[in-house]
Structures are given as C-alpha cells and as structure tokens.
C-alpha cells in the first residue's frame, strides 16, 4: 500500500490543472458570447470619444495623450479579440481549452481598459483662449502653476462661489503636468462626494494610488498608508474638487494653504463669453438690441455655469418678446432661492424648464440622481 501516497500526491499536482482545462473547454461559448457583448460596450465607447474629439477638434483643441494612448490601446486590444473570434471559429478541439483561457483574459483586459476610459476628467488639453477667456483665468492659471513649480508652498486652495469655474481652472492645471513637464510622478484628481464622505474619500484616493483595500482598516490607519505611499513619490499633485466652500475655507486657514480666490466675471467679460458662446451675429438680429441682451447677462451675475445655462437657452431666439419673457422669468427664478449654491440654482431651474420636452427633462432628473462624475451609459439613460 506504500505506493498509495505517491499517487494521491500525483494526483493533487496533476487534478487541478486538468479541471480547470476542462472547465475553459466547457466554457468557451458561454466566454465568447460575453466577449462579443463586452467588445460592443467597447466600441460603442470608442466611438462616442472619437466623436467628441472630433467635434473639439474643429474647435482647434488637442486630445491628451493619455487619451490618444487608451485609443491606440483599444485598437490592438480590438484586434487581438477579432483575432481569437477567427480561431474559435476553427474549432479545433485541442486548442479549445487555451482558447478559453485567452477569451477570459482577453475580456478582463476588455473591462479594465473600459474603465479606464469611464474615469478620464477630460478628453482633450483645456487650453486658455485668448479670445473665449478672461484675462483673469490666465492670471489665476499661471500663479497655481508656479506655485507647484515652486518649492515654498506645499498645499494651494482655490475657491469661490459654485458655478465660477474653479473645476474649469484645475482641469486645466490637471492637464498640463502631464503634458508639459516630467517633473511629477502623478497627478490624481479626485471628486469630493457631498455631503463628505471620508471612508470613500480615501478609498478613491488609494484606487489611483493602485493600493489594494483592506476592510480592517480604520480612518486613521488608512490614513498613514495614503500618506506614507504619497511619501515615496518623487513629487505628485493631489486636486480634491468639489469641496464645501465653508469646510473648504476653514480647511484652507487651518492647513495653512496658499489661497487663490477666483472672483466673478466683470461685465465686460461676461458679456464676450456670452456673445462667444451664442454668437456674435445676434448683435445685427434687427429685432434685438443691446440692452435686452445685456439685462439678461447681468442676472448671469458674472457666474461661468450661469452664463453656459443660459446661452444653450436663448441660442437662436431672436424675438424680443421671448427675451422679455426670458428675462422676468430668470429674475424671478434667481430671487426665490436662498442658501450657498442659491446663485446658481435659479438659472439652472431656468436651463431645466427650459428643455420644454418632457423626456429630456426626464432625463435630466434621471441624471441628477448619479454620483458626481458618475459614467452613465446612454443606452441605461434612453
């Protein structure tokens, strides 16, 4: 009976092996009907950002090179599967099983590089033009830029009121690190949840930080990993957007951060981007003049968002009677709310019922119940 325990021994190293071979040779069709509904995902994907780039690209922006990277990733990847679909179709017995395998990985490497598309804050290099933006976004611009290239400021706070365009502003210092200098190791950009949630705070952080979770782990232990795989890096940018104005403040004097306060638009400014946005010709529409036009800007109240709300409204109006309409509804929307984001939810709820069709109004309430920055699939949407 000696010769049993070898062959017990044989069997647990050779068992394994063979299940599993057994089980990609089995599960083959099941693979590849998933890989062939995860590579229409895929290229569905693809083409939305194709389209999008093209559609800026006629409007002189460049996509990133993180971006144009993923695409090229895309396409051997693309390639690849159809290269796997060709040899199931053989269906060579003795190949099944590795087969099976390959169309398992193929389509993890499918799902990561999907969500690596999902999780892009920007598309193409938000650059500064001269003729679309103030002068004043230039100058806040360049003082965060050369405080990070400095060495005397350690943590930068810029704030101001909601819908100014500090997000705009720090996509465009997220951007141009990588675009322009080798000098940090990483940039992460990470969107503060509201009402603040700091477990996931952390949890997002330590995802771009490539840190697996660990359930055990309180705040402050997570905490002293974050900040000790942060002490390692030669040198890295960490932007938390969206952050409560008051906390943000408080936050801002505590912490001992460098503060940039970005201030409304003046007239002058609010008035170009509006009439770069919604055309310039509306200056010659001889049912128009200019003092509708700029009453309805100044209720914008210099705000960015406000601004961008509004134009995709009146764009292509051009009977005065509907700006009249327009304007009183604007005031009194912007007078009934009161509270911390009250400057930008009177235009917002101008912008909504605005849409006039029901089911895009419904689409945007849809919207609004989704995480910020969530990825929402338009097929899920419609």
Not at 64 to 88: D, F, G, H, M, Y
Not at 116 to 136: A, E, H, M, P, Q
Not at 149 to 174: E, L, P, S, Y
Not at 268 to 289: C, M, Q, S, W, Y
Request: charged content about 30%.
């Amino acid at each position: 009976m000696e010769f049993i325990g070898p062959i017990l021994e044989i069997f647990k190293c050779v068992c394994p092996p063979v299940c599993k071979y057994v089980q990609d040779h089995r599960k083959l069709d099941e693979n590849m009907k998933n890989l062939e509904r995860v590579l229409q995902e895929f290229n569905s994907q693809k083409e939305d950002i194709e389209a999008t780039l093209k559609a800026e690209g006629d409007r002189g922006k460049k996509p990133r090179t993180e971006v144009k990277n993923w695409l090229q990733n895309l396409q051997r990847i693309n390639s690849k599967a159809q290269s796997i679909e060709q040899e199931v179709k053989k269906r060579k017995y003795f190949l099944c099983a590795r087969l099976g395998k390959d169309v398992d990985a193929k389509i993890q490497e499918m799902k990561d590089c999907h969500q690596k598309g999902c999780s892009f804050i920007s598309l193409w290099i938000d650059i500064v033009n001269n003729n679309t933006s103030r002068r004043n976004t230039k100058k806040i611009v360049k003082k965060v830029w050369e405080d990070l290239m400095g060495d005397k400021v350690t943590k930068i706070g810029v704030w101001g009121m909601g819908g100014i365009g500090k997000t705009a502003i720090m996509r465009h210092i997220n951007n141009r690190p990588q675009e322009e200098t080798n000098e940090f190791s990483d940039v992460i950009w990470v969107t503060v949840s509201q009402p603040l949630d700091l477990v996931k705070l952390q949890a997002e952080i330590a995802t771009a930080l490539k840190l697996s979770p660990t359930k055990d782990e309180d705040k402050v232990r997570r905490a002293r990993r974050l900040l000790g795989k942060l002490k390692v890096k030669k040198k890295f940018v960490l932007i938390l957007d969206y952050i409560d104005n008051h906390m943000f403040c408080w936050g801002l004097r505590s912490m001992g951060c460098e503060e940039v306060i970005v201030p409304p638009l003046s007239k002058e400014e609010a008035l170009n981007l509006f009439l770069d946005k919604v055309g310039r010709n509306i200056l010659h529409v001889p049912t128009l003049n200019e003092e509708i036009i700029n009453s309805v800007v100044e209720e914008c109240a210099g705000l960015q968002l406000a601004i961008f709300t509004v134009v995709g409204c009146m764009r292509g109006v051009d009977e005065i009677h509907e700006w009249r309409n327009a304007l009183n509804e604007l005031r009194g929307l912007v007078r009934s709310f009161s509270g911390i984001n009250a400057d930008v939810l009177g235009r917002l709820e101008f912008s909504y019922r605005r849409l006039k069709n029901k089911k895009v109004q419904h689409c945007f309430l849809y919207c609004a119940l989704y995480p910020e920055d969530f990825a929402i699939s338009k097929d899920e949407l419609i």
